[in-house]
């Protein structure tokens, strides 16, 4: 348990710093304002030098960082969007523009039913557990792309404004 004196400008408290003088304002610290300006500007840099090829650690670093900093700023949290579509949308089960695809109810009743057809013939090995994916490793590619996700390059751009 974190215990402090009583103070009005009592320093981060999870990353946010809190200011009571004038009103109650929620802001980061100078140096961490300062590294997500770099973080966003090296997202547009990657996209200007090559969008076919981001590396995709970078990414989920600077991803891992704009998440702590937008806990103190939600404004951020819908401009992230594109960053997670880029990031996960190598993975199959993913739309042309990065979004996960769901199967649809019709889709789900027609296998439980043909499920059932081959368990009755003597095929299937019980329904136990139908409809729970067995998951597969995936490794996660070195690099991925971002010509896939329209949205992204609007989002960094927004991004890059907002924190000027």
Known sequence: RKRTGP???????????????????ATV???KWEKTQGLIRELAQMMESDDT??????????????????RTYRWMNPYLKGLHLVIDGWRKDRDEEGYKRRKSPIHEEIAMKEAEEAFERGEGQGLEGFGEEEEEEETAPETVSAQRVPRFAGDVEALRKLTE
């Open 7 to 25: 103070s009005t400008k009592p320093g981060p408290w999870a990353g946010t710093v809190t200011l009571t003088e004038g009103g109650v304002f």
């Open 29 to 31: 610290t100078e140096m």
């Open 53 to 70: 090829a981001l590396p995709h650690k970078a990414l989920l670093r600077i991803r891992g960082f704009l998440i702590y900093v937008g």
